[in-house]
């Protein structure tokens, strides 16, 4: 067995640490699925499901951002709500912001940066999760989002209540609650 000198040693191990730390983890997000700006260990973005989502402004609600490129899938989290997008929703790049004033709030407010993006070519899917409420009726509830003036019930929209999930599909995304179904017919007003 051949020795080697310790400096040699320690030179050939520096060159194997340097070599091998220039090297980009298989596991790293790839770098156009990077946030403009953003680099190396800033290179993640946002709130996953799974992740505790932070305060925003230091109010006590729950938020989630994510900067899309077009091709991106992800699914978004903030309280009791989540948004998936499809790989080929986007026909522009933008930002998506989800944002509840409490963890526990059956309202959630959207913001798509720039506004012109906020026109998918697959619906987004919302969906609410109701399984901390359990004496809550979901025979009852609805999905609506706000349209500008009143509340509107989506075109696709559905009560899982094996699930105790409420959920709907979007073109573009507009704030959403889960409330009462109204006894009168047509839309109403208020929150």
């Known amino acids: 067995m051949r020795h080697v000198p310790l400096p040699s040693a320690l030179l050939i191990g520096a060159i ?21 700006g953003a680099s190396g260990a800033g290179a993640l973005r946002g709130t996953r499901v799974g992740d505790t989502p932070g305060d925003v402004s230091g109010t006590p609600g729950a938020t989630a951002s994510l900067f899309f490129k077009v091709g991106d899938e992800a699914t978004l989290k903030a309280g009791r709500f989540s ?16 944002f509840v004033r409490t963890p526990d709030a059956t309202a959630v407010e959207f913001t798509v940066t720039p506004a012109s993006a906020n026109d998918f070519q697959v619906p987004a899917h919302i969906t ?49 609650k889960v409330d009462r179904v109204p006894k009168s017919k047509g839309n109403f007003t208020g929150m």
């Open 128 to 176: 609410a999760d109701f399984t901390d409420m359990p004496s809550l009726d979901l025979s009852t509830q609805s999905m609506f989002y706000w349209d500008g003036s009143a509340w509107e019930v989506p075109e696709v929209m559905w009560v899982d209540g094996s699930t105790r999930t409420v959920a709907c599909d979007l073109h573009a995304l507009a704030d959403c």
């Open 16 to 36: 194997a640490v340097l070599l091998t730390g220039c090297s980009r983890s298989p596991v790293a997000p790839e770098p156009s699925s990077m946030s403009p």
């Open 83 to 98: 948004l998936f997008l499809h790989k080929n929703a986007l026909k522009a790049d933008a930002t998506i912001t989800m």
